[in-house]
C-alpha cells in the first residue's frame, strides 16, 4: 500500500520486495512483500508487528547491512534523499555513515569508552583532536551517558552494563553524525530506566537526526512514535500518524495486535 | 541386545548385568563384582595418568640435575671452545634467534592471511577445500623431508648454500600451518556481531579485519606463533640440512650456522661432551618450556574472555 | 523492476583498493598448496628417477643396501620403519587411552588442569632431547633387563610411544569431552558404574576421534628422525626381533645426508619419496576414515 506523507521526505521506499537465498539450497523465503513508505525529515517512525514479520530485515537493507550477513533479492528503489542507495555509483560504506545503525543487542568494541565513540569517525578520516574530544562530549550527552562514564572515559566499554552499553551503542552511532538513526529493538534486552533514558535521547535527537525504530513494545512505538508502521507476515498492513494507528487504525489486524489478540 | 557394545543402544548390556539377573543374591555377586572392576579401572587410569605426567617431570629433573653444574652465566655469554668441549654457546644461541627471527617474518604473515582469506573472504567451496588440503598434508610431512626440500631448493637450487636464510625459508614451511590453524581458530571464535558492529560504523571489509578481528584474535594468533616457536627452536633434522653445523659467529643471514638443537645433537651423538650436552639439553629444555608456558597462559587468558 | 543479487552486489561492493587487498590475501593464501606442490616437485624430481633407474621392486623390495657399490635396496629400511611404528603404537595407545579417559571422565577438574598442560608440554619437548633421553636411560635399561646391545627396535618403540603420547591424548580427550552427557547419563541410570559407562559407552562413541587420534600418532612416529637415530642402531638388516637393531626410512636419509652425492645422494631422495608416500596414504586413510562416520 501506499502512504500519502507530508513533504521533504529524507527516505522514500518504493515497492521494496526482498527474498532470502537460502543457505542450504532449500527454499527462498520472502522476507518483505512490496513495501512503499516514507519517512520524513525530523520525525521517529516507529515500526511493529510480531517477529519475524520482516521489519528487521527492512530496516537492515536501508543502509545495506543486510548484505553483510547473507545473500538474498531485492526489487524495488530506496532512496536516501533522492538518491538510490543501491545504485552502484553510491558507496556502501559512506550509506552507512549517512544512515547509521544500533543492534539489538548491546554490544561493545574491545576498546576503550572514547574509542568506541570514535571508531567511526576515525574511519572517516577525523583527526583533529579537538574535533574528536567534542564528539565524544556531545553524543555521550546526547546519549544520557555523559554524566555516569566522563570521569573514566578510558574505561574499557565492555566493564559498562548493559543499559549503559546500549546507550553507548547510540552514541557510538551519533557520532557519524548521521542522517538517519535506525534502532532494532535497542531496549529489548534492557532494564526501565535504561529504556526511558533511550526514549528520551531519541526524541532529543530526532531534530537532527531522523530516528526508525524497530520495536516489539507497543507502548515503547506509541510513546515516542510520531508516525508508526506495522508489519505482518512481510507485508506493510498500514502506516500512518502514530496517534491513529494506535486509537483508530485502519485495518481489523493492527487493533488486534495492538490490542494483544495476536503476536 | 544382540548389538555390538558400540553406540548408546550398549546401554541395554550394561543394564543387563544389572538388572536381569534372577535371584538377588546373583544380583548382589554381580554388583559387588562390577564395583571392584570399577575400582579396579578408575585406579589403572588414574596411575597411568600420573606415570604419564611423571615422564615430563622426570625429564626435566634428570637433564636438570646433569646439567646444572655447568649452568652458569658464562655458559650463555662465552663462545665455544675446543669444538664445545669448552665456553658457552653465545653464536649458537644468536643462531637460533636469527633462524627463529627469518622462519617467523615469513611464516606469520603468510599463515594470518591463509586464515583471514579463508574466514572472512570465501564461501567453503572447491578454492578453500584444496587450500586447507595443502594445508593438512604439510602438516604431516616429516620434517625430514622437509630438509631434502629445503637442502634441493633453496641451498642447491637457488644458490643460498647452507645458511640461516635456507634454513629460516625451509622452516617457516615447516611452521606455517600451525600458524595458519590457530590463526584460524581464534578469527572464527570472533563474534559476528563485531563484525557487523563494524560495518554499520561504516568501516570496509579490510578495516573490520584490521581494526576489529584482529585485535579481538590477537592472543589466540600469538598463541599460534609462539608455538610455531617452539617447534622452530627444537628441530633438529631439516636444519642440518639447510642451515649447516658452522659454530662460528654468523655475520649475515647468508652464512652457514648451527641452531641449539644442531649443537646438542653433535654434542650428544658424536661423544664430544657430555656434559656439556647435559647442559645444552638442559638450556634447551627450559627455553622450550618457557616458550610454551607463555603460549600455555595466553590461550588460557583468550579462553577467559 | 532491477533484481539485485546481493553476493554479486557484496562482491561488486568491494572498491578498487579492497579488491587488490583481496587477491594478495588468496595469493598468501595459495602458499601452503604452493609450498607441498614444490615439495612434492622437488623431492620426487630427485628422487623418482632413481627408483626407476633401480628398478620399483629392486627398490623397494632389495634388501641390499650398499650405495657406494651402487645397490640400492630399502627393504629393511621399510621394515624397521613399520615395526618401530608399531612398537610405538603398541606402547604409546593403550597408555593414551587410559589417560584421556581419566583426564576427561574420572578426574577433578584441578587434577585436569594440571596435567593436562604438563602432557602437552611433553609434545614440545625437542626430539633431540627424546633420543638423548633414550641413549643415556632406556638403552641401558633393554640392555640390561633383556639383554642385547640395546640399540633396538624395542628401544625406539618406547621412545616414539612416548614421542606419541600428547597427540593421541589431547586428540582423543577432545573426542571424549564431545560426546554428549546424555550418552553417560543413560548408562549410569541405568546401574552402569563409571568405569563400564567410560570402556562401554563413551570410549566407542568417541571412535571416530580416536581413530583420527592414532592415525596422527603414527605418522608423528613414521616420520620421526632424531630420536629413532640415536636409539635404533641404525644398521642395515630386517630385524627378526624387537632386540634387534634396525634402520628407518629417516635415519638412512638423516645418517648419509652429509655426505651422500652423485646416485647416492639420488637414493636418499628416493627413501624420501617412499617415505612421503607412505605418510600420504596414511593421512588419506585417517581423511577417508574421518568422513564415513
Known amino acids: 500500500m501506499t502512504d500519502n506523507a507530508p513533504m521533504m521526505p529524507i527516505l522514500r521506499v518504493e515497492g521494496v520486495s526482498f527474498v532470502y537465498d537460502s543457505p542450504i539450497g532449500g527454499k527462498s523465503v520472502q522476507a518483505l512483500n512490496d513495501i512503499s513508505l516514507v519517512v520524513e525529515t525530523g520525525t521517529i517512525l516507529t515500526v511493529i508487528g510480531p517477529s519475524r514479520s520482516g521489519k528487521s530485515t527492512f530496516l537492515r537493507l536501508l543502509n545495506r547491512l543486510q548484505e553483510v550477513s547473507g545473500g538474498g533479492h531485492l526489487t524495488g528503489t530506496i532512496l536516501l534523499e533522492g538518491r538510490d542507495i543501491y545504485d552502484d555509483s553510491y558507496d556502501a560504506y559512506q550509506l552507512r555513515r549517512e544512515v547509521a545503525f544500533t543492534f539489538d543487542k548491546p554490544q561493545a568494541l574491545d576498546l576503550s569508552i572514547r574509542e568506541n565513540i570514535l571508531f567511526g569517525p576515525r574511519l572517516a578520516g577525523i583527526t583533529r583532536r579537538d574535533e574528536l574530544d567534542g564528539l565524544v562530549e556531545e553524543t555521550l550527552q546526547a546519549a544520557f551517558l555523559w554524566d555516569e562514564v566522563k570521569d573514566r572515559l578510558d574505561l574499557n566499554a565492555n ?45 532529543k535527537i530526532k531534530h537532527r537526526t531522523t530516528v526508525i525504530l524497530v520495536t516489539n513494545n507497543t507502548k515503547q512505538a506509541a510513546r515516542i512514535g510520531d508516525r508508526t508502521a506495522f508489519f505482518l507476515m512481510s507485508d506493510l498492513v498500514e502506516i500512518g500518524p502514530t496517534r491513529v494507528i494506535f486509537t483508530n487504525p485502519n485495518d481489523q489486524r493492527t487493533d488486534d495486535y495492538i490490542a494483544g489478540r495476536f503476536g | 541386545m544382540i548389538d555390538s557394545a558400540t553406540r548408546p543402544d550398549s546401554v541395554q548390556r550394561v543394564s543387563a548385568t544389572a538388572t536381569v539377573s534372577t535371584t538377588a543374591a546373583e544380583a548382589s555377586s554381580a554388583a559387588r563384582y562390577n564395583a571392584r572392576y570399577n575400582r579396579l579401572g578408575m585406579s589403572i587410569a588414574r596411575l597411568t595418568s600420573f606415570f ?61 592471511a591463509t586464515a583471514v582469506y579463508l574466514t572472512e573472504y570465501t564461501r567453503e567451496g572447491h578454492l578453500t577445500l584444496v587450500i586447507r588440503f595443502g594445508a593438512e598434508c604439510l602438516a604431516g610431512i616429516p620434517s625430514i623431508i622437509f630438509g631434502l626440500f629445503g637442502f634441493m631448493l633453496f ?34 571464535a570472533v563474534p559476528d556481531g563485531l563484525r557487523r558492529l563494524g560495518y554499520s560504523l561504516g568501516a570496509t571489509k579490510s578495516q573490520v579485519i584490521t581494526r576489529i578481528i584482529l585485535p579481538q584474535a590477537k592472543n589466540g594468533i600469538l598463541t599460534g606463533i609462539i608455538l610455531a616457536l617452539g617447534r622452530v627452536i627444537g628441530e633438529t633434522a631439516c636444519v642440518i640440512f639447510t642451515t649447516g653445523i658452522s659454530m662460528e659467529m654468523p655475520k649475515s643471514l647468508f652464512d652457514s650456522a648451527r641452531s641449539m638443537s644442531v649443537h646438542f645433537y653433535l654434542l650428544a651423538r658424536e661423544g664430544t661432551s657430555i656434559e656439556m650436552a647435559y647442559t645444552t639439553a638442559f638450556a634447551l629444555v627450559l627455553l622450550i618450556l618457557l616458550v610454551n608456558s607463555g603460549a600455555n597462559l595466553l590461550m588460557q587468558s583468550a579462553g577467559r574472555r | ?15 578498487a583498493r579492497e579488491e587488490r587487498i583481496r587477491r594478495l590475501l588468496l595469493v598468501m593464501a595459495l602458499s601452503s598448496v604452493s609450498i607441498l ?25 632389495g634388501t641390499r643396501w650398499a650405495p657406494t657399490k651402487g645397490a640400492f635396496g630399502i627393504f629393511p629400511m621399510i621394515i624397521g620403519t613399520l615395526e618401530v611404528t608399531l612398537g610405538a603404537l603398541l606402547i604409546g595407545v593403550p597408555l593414551s587411552l587410559l589417560v584421556a579417559v581419566h583426564l576427561s571422565e574420572f578426574a577433578k577438574p584441578l587434577t585436569r588442569a594440571v596435567m593436562k598442560p604438563m602432557i602437552e608440554l611433553l609434545a614440545a619437548i625437542p626430539s633431540v632431547v627424546f633420543g638423548f633421553i633414550g641413549v643415556t636411560v632406556i638403552v641401558p635399561f633393554v640392555r640390561e633387563w633383556f639383554g642385547g646391545t640395546g640399540f633396538s627396535v624395542l628401544s625406539a618403540s618406547i621412545i616414539l610411544g612416548v614421542m606419541i603420547l600428547p597427540t593421541i591424548i589431547s586428540i582423543t580427550f577432545e573426542a571424549l569431552r564431545a560426546v554428549p ?23 566407542p562413541a568417541a571412535r571416530s576421534g580416536i581413530v583420527t587420534a592414532v592415525i596422527l600418532g603414527m605418522g608423528r612416529a613414521m616420520g620421526e628422525t632424531m630420536a629413532v637415530i640415536m636409539v635404533a642402531g641404525n644398521a642395515v638388516v630386517i630385524p627378526t626381533s624387537p632386540l634387534h637393531p634396525c634402520r628407518t626410512l629417516t635415519s638412512n636419509v638423516a645418517l648419509e645426508m652429509a655426505y651422500a652425492s652423485g646416485d647416492h645422494q639420488k637414493a636418499l631422495f628416493a627413501t624420501g619419496v617412499v617415505l612421503f608416500v607412505m605418510i600420504f596414504l596414511l593421512n588419506l586413510l585417517a581423511g577417508l576414515l574421518v568422513k564415513r562416520r
Open chain 2, 52 to 112: 604419564v605426567t611423571a615422564i615430563l617431570v622426570s625429564i626435566v629433573g634428570y637433564l636438570a640435575v646433569r646439567g646444572l653444574p655447568r649452568f652458569s652465566p658464562g655458559f650463555f655469554i662465552d663462545s665455544p671452545i675446543n669444538l664445545g668441549r669448552e665456553g658457552g654457546i653465545f653464536p649458537i644461541l644468536v643462531s637460533t634467534a636469527l633462524l627463529a627471527l627469518v622462519s617467523l617474518v615469513i611464516a606469520v604473515p603468510l599463515g594470518i
Open chain 3, 37 to 61: 606442490a614444490l615439495i612434492i616437485l622437488f623431492v620426487f624430481r630427485e628422487g623418482l628417477p632413481m627408483i626407476w633407474k633401480t628398478g620399483v621392486s629392486a627398490f623397494l623390495l
Open chain 3, 1 to 15: 523492476m532491477p533484481v539485485d543479487e546481493f553476493s554479486a552486489k557484496t562482491v561488486g561492493a568491494l572498491s
Open chain 2, 155 to 188: 641451498v642447491v637450487s637457488l644458490g643460498m648454500g647452507w645458511s640461516i636464510m635456507s634454513g629460516g625459508l625451509t622452516l617457516a614451511c615447516m611452521v606455517l600451518p600451525t600458524i595458519f590453524r590457530t590463526s584460524e581458530e581464534a578469527i572464527k
Open chain 1, 159 to 203: 566493564r559498562l552494563s548493559g543499559g549503559q552499553k546500549q546507550r553507548l551503542s547510540i552514541a557510538r552511532s551519533l557520532a557519524l553524525r548521521p542522517k538517519l538513526l535506525l534502532l532494532d529493538e535497542p531496549c529489548s534486552a534492557l532494564d526501565p530506566v535504561s529504556t526511558a533514558a533511550i526514549e528520551q535521547a531519541l526524541i
Open chain 3, 181 to 203: 552427557a546424555s550418552y553417560r547419563e543413560g548408562a549410569l541410570a541405568l546401574g552402569a558404574t563409571p568405569w563400564q559407562t567410560a570402556i562401554r559407552v563413551t570410549l
